[in-house]
């Protein structure tokens, strides 16, 4: 049993209710195996429109679901969100009645059984219990408030924190529980014409590595200085890529799955046949894709849904070869591999010097500075070509200045083409809620057209 | 004993006799999904609503309305597969159901909001989410300038409804279920390339009640199918290249339908037909197609392709919450904006275009009698002979409109576009939405015969932008067809579309019959799917249905790039 001590709100499933639930579920299944995940979670959030506090929400979810493996060798999956005693009598006995309907029967699948941990970094903080209050919540929106009022800007923020819990248990002496926070606070300031944008998010498992402050200065000033932008030719640019820019190119690269590239369906995929990229140089070679659960960037838990232990850190990709692809324990035992899990979130970084933002920009003749890309979408599995827009900040450089905003780009690039004209990095940060990433300074970028979206 | 290797055997050597596993020769146990689940207790709803409504009055709400949900979900799916090294007999996977209840109440105190919601509900959490919320609206008041005023036209009295079905799926074996699609999964495996493929029947049922403060308490009871029919093949070329074909079935429909949908259809049929679909697209793909070229043509769309892009463009843009700038912080704001100003003047489509929101449409996902603020549910016209006419309101946004609306002497009250849950605040979502053709309109075969130089493109998607002014998609080889002097040529590859919104609809120059009209599924609300996953108790789809559709002047692109 992995143990965490948080303070959790009322309400949340914490371990001791997981483990109640547990035998009261797995009295009914003494010689069949069953397995039980307990889900739970509370959120809370104040959303500010054009400068007013237009909703303060609070929900809390539950979700108990149950797999059992009759004497027959049958299976089934059933959930509720209905916790009392009737509601786990529902589910008991649903779940025995759908199994029995299973035509073909799968065979006995046992359960996990008892597993062995690592010791967990820490994702549930204190801190976080003051986001989760109106009152909390309130000071950063006052604080939002008051700026973009002072800048004649029309603010809409978002303030959000949560608390998680879950659990995977099974009859045959698995038990795994974790507890975790998040808190966010993000902010679009726009000019009252609609023509200027300027946007910044911070986001963390702890409230108190959260900048508010930060947000709030950054997302006023992009929005002051994109005031009047004007259209320059969509073309290949060198562009100075901010995190969150980043975030977005890399975050649709993230289907490790193995099986996925072996029949074919994700850019790490060689042909149909079986035959998937690993080994193969990808990226720039002084890029590192890794997914670490003790990052103290980007914490994670230590089993998977299914209670897999996660042993150590992953490392996707090495000085740019593709070293790993995640093998589930059956498609492993299927192709003679160790099973590999995907921890999920990563940091991707550079391997050497680091460059600043100011000698980025010094660096450049004519290019373009993007904050944000918004509505990635993919055009091309096999090479990975995404489409999309530039938003909430772009301004073009000259000579080694930025000079002015322009008007947004739609975009046309493949994250594999664009981590292989990297001409220099800065240091990683937390970009987004899943990934850890630099700016970038980055060639022949294809702004590919004009879009009047503002 | 048929094993399951000689059964694969016996039925690709075309014997002409499908044979099939033993333990369908088995079935015949009478359960259904009915007997997983408890009965809905519809007064204990009615009671929680009620109580949470009280506790909110009497906590100093001026208004509040409540959506209290029971709902079950079940899933018969079955899969086979047969490209590996051990292929497989069709089988049933696990089944699964899902049982859910929740609560989500929103408050008015001095024209702020507040809303508090809960998965799982009890009369004392019922009326603890009433006091919650009344309390966030108190606490929210200063910071909440200028008072949210409400629209007319919310409910204030009882009522009931019920989607309109013929069989009830929940009442049907399961294992007749599983008997359906394991022979047609077996009527079809036999053809030459197929990888693997699956069929799967999603049954939900939902009751909702509404109260509110003005008097309401509706009992809307919900039943939607999901069918799906799904295959994968490969086909070897003459240069050795392996095309990888999938395909899946449009024929079922999906929305408010019980068992009808698929029992009313020859099931066996279509899931081979899908199947044989497969195939020729890997066999398509095997072979050397064109490259696109790039540059501006005439473009055929299917009825399909134009419902998806009714569903991510304009649709999504005349969401008034949206064109406000309620969601600038997240999914973006629209270019259709200021909506004041533009409504009645701007020409956002060719004049052959109209647009029509309509929640009472007999088999839509979105279609109900009430919308989640308790709006009777009505067509509303949104856009006539091109023209913006309307955008989809709530209660809190149509005030927004009231100039426009005084002075066409209509009512000023929400077209109903609301949508709430346990965990989610009532909020303007997709509703239906049906792009108009004419009974008397060209078929797909006639526009394709009237084009002298450019594409039909099968199915389209949207990756659009922040304010949903412009778009690009591409598009697998299978889906794309040159047209030359009025016939369709060679698949192409490496096929892209971009557009700006307003120039695209604009260039429509010829809508197809109604009689072609298809139906396309759409996310009613990216915010919605994420602040409610792990519940699947609450509706989050919307049907968008089109004709086929000629546009001219589209600019196409070549993705194939390698750097």
């Known amino acids: ?454 | 004993m048929t094993t399951r290797r000689v059964f694969l055997g016996q039925v690709a050597a075309g014997s002409g006799v499908i044979l099939l596993p033993r333990s369908l020769t088995r079935l015949g146990s009478s359960v259904t999904a009915a007997n997983l689940f408890p009965a809905i207790d519809e007064d204990a709803l009615r009671r929680f609503a009620v109580a949470a409504i009280e506790a909110a009055r009497a906590a100093g709400a001026s208004y509040a309305d409540v959506r209290v949900t029971a709902g079950q979900q079940f899933q018969v799916h079955s899969s086979w597969s047969g490209g590996g090294a051990r292929p497989l007999a069709p089988y049933m996977s696990l089944p699964s159901a899902r049982l859910g209840v929740g609560i989500g109440v929103r408050a008015l105190v001095d024209g702020a909001w507040g809303f508090a919601g809960n998965d799982g509900v009890t009369e004392g959490m019922a009326v603890e989410c009433g006091r919650t919320a009344t309390g966030f609206a108190r606490g929210n008041r200063r910071r909440s300038e200028p008072p949210i005023v409400l629209a007319a036209g919310g409910a204030t009295t009882r009522g009931e409804w019920s989607t309109p079905i013929e069989q009830d799926p929940f009442s049907v074996p399961i294992a007749e279920q599983a008997q359906l699609q394991l022979e047609a999964l077996a009527g079809a495996i036999h053809l030459s390339g197929l990888q693997k493929g699956g069929v799967g029947f999603s049954w939900r049922r939902r009751t909702q009640v509404f109260a509110s403060t003005d008097g309401a308490l509706l009992t809307q009871r919900f039943v939607d199918a999901n069918p799906s029919v799904g295959f994968e093949a490969h086909a070897r070329g003459p240069s050795g290249v392996v095309g990888v074909g999938s395909a899946e079935a449009d024929e079922l429909a999906s929305g408010g339908y019980g068992w009808e949908t698929v029992h009313a259809n020859d099931f066996a049929r279509i899931v081979r037909g899908t199947a044989e679909r497969a195939i020729e697209e890997a066999r398509a793909r095997a072979l050397p197609v064109k490259d696109a070229e790039v540059g501006r043509y005439d473009v055929v769309f299917s009825a399909e392709a134009m419902a998806a892009l009714l569903g991510a463009t304009v649709g999504p843009a005349l969401d008034l919450e949206r064109a406000l700038g309620f969601r600038a912080n997240q999914a973006g704001t629209s270019f259709l904006a200021p909506p004041a100003d533009l409504v009645g003047q701007y020409a956002v489509a060719a004049p052959a275009v109209t647009i029509r929101a309509d929640r009472t449409r007999r088999g839509g996902f979105a279609t109900v009698a009430w919308d989640d603020e308790g709006t009777p549910a009505s067509e509303t016209t949104l856009v006539e002979r091109g023209v913006v006419v309307d955008y989809l309101t709530s209660r809190e946004t149509a005030g927004e409109l009231a100039s426009w609306y005084e002075g066409r002497r209509q009512p000023v009250r929400s077209n109903g576009a609301c949508r709430g849950a346990a965990l989610f605040a009532p909020a303007v979502c997709l509703p239906n939405l049906t792009l108009e053709g004419a009974a008397s309109g060209p078929s797909t075969a006639d526009l394709i015969a009237n084009t002298k130089r450019g594409f039909y493109v099968e199915f389209a998607h949207g990756s659009a932008d922040q304010q949903l002014a412009s778009n690009q998609f591409a598009i697998g080889s299978g889906a794309v067809r040159e047209i030359r002097q009025g016939k369709l040529g060679s698949p192409i590859g490496d096929f892209g579309v971009q557009f700006i919104t307003p120039v695209f609809w604009k260039n429509i120059e010829a809508l197809g019959r109604a009689a072609e009209a298809r139906d396309h599924l759409t996310l009613a609300d990216r915010r919605a799917l994420e602040m409610m996953s792990g519940n699947p108790l609450h509706s989050l789809l919307a049907t968008i249905r089109a004709v086929p559709a000629r546009v001219r002047d589209v600019n196409i692109l070549n993705v194939g790039r390698t750097a």
């Open chain 1, 1 to 454: 049993m992995i143990s965490t001590d948080p303070m959790l709100p009322p309400g949340l499933l914490t371990r001791d209710a997981c483990l109640a639930l547990a035998e009261r579920v797995f009295r009914h299944f003494t010689s069949e195996p069953a397995s039980l995940q307990c889900a739970s979670g509370a959120h809370a959030e104040t959303q500010v429109v054009r400068g007013r506090v237009r909703a303060v929400n609070e929900g809390r979810n539950v979700l108990v679901t149950l797999r059992v493996n009759t004497a027959a060798g049958r299976t089934a999956l059933v959930s509720t969100s209905q916790i009392d005693e009737a509601g786990i009598g529902d589910l008991i006995h649903a779940a025995r009645v759908a199994a029995g309907q299973l035509v073909t029967p799968t065979g006995h699948s046992p359960g996990l059984g008892p597993q062995v941990y690592p010791e967990p970094p820490k994702l549930c903080f204190d801190s976080v219990h003051v986001p989760m209050s109106p009152d909390g919540r309130a000071a950063v929106v006052a604080a939002a408030q008051a700026a973009t009022e002072r800048a004649g800007v029309m603010g809409n923020a978002d303030v959000r924190a949560e608390f998680t819990t879950f659990a995977v248990l099974d009859n045959a002496g698995l038990s795994a529980y974790r507890a975790g926070s998040f808190a966010e606070c993000s902010l679009t300031a726009r000019t009252k014409d609609g023509k200027g944008s300027g946007w910044a998010w911070s986001g963390f498992e702890d409230w108190n590595r959260v900048d508010v402050d930060g947000v709030v200065r950054r997302a006023v000033e992009l929005c002051e200085r994109s005031a009047k932008p004007v259209a320059i030719e969509p073309g290949r640019y060198t562009v100075i890529l901010e995190p969150a820019a980043v975030a977005a190119l890399l975050e649709p690269m993230l289907d490790w799955s193995a099986r996925k590239a072996d029949w074919g369906m994700t850019p790490y995929s060689r042909d149909p046949l079986g035959n998937n990229k690993l080994g193969l140089q990808m990226l720039d070679s002084r890029l590192q894709v890794v997914a670490d659960p003790w990052d103290p960037d980007k914490p994670t838990g230590v089993f998977t849904i299914i209670g897999t232990p996660i042993p150590s850190k992953v490392t996707w990709f090495e000085d740019g070869v593709l070293r790993n692809l995640a093998y589930d324990r059956y498609y492993a035992r299927e192709k003679g591999k160790f099973e590999v899990v995907d921890p999920s979130g990563v940091r991707l970084y550079g391997r050497g010097e680091t460059t600043s933002l100011d000698d980025m920009i010094r660096s450049v003749q004519r290019g373009v500075w993007i904050n944000r890309l918004s509505h990635v979408g993919r055009l091309h599995m096999r090479t990975g070509l995404l489409t999309g827009t530039t938003r909430d900040g772009v301004f073009l450089i000259e000579n080694g200045k930025i000079v002015k905003a322009v008007k947004n780009f739609r975009f046309t690039e493949s994250p594999f083409f664009v981590f292989n004209k990297l001409e220099a990095f800065g240091e990683p940060v937390r970009a987004s809620r899943e990934i850890v990433a630099p700016r970038m300074l980055v060639r022949d970028f294809d702004l590919s057209s004009l879009t009047d979206a503002v």
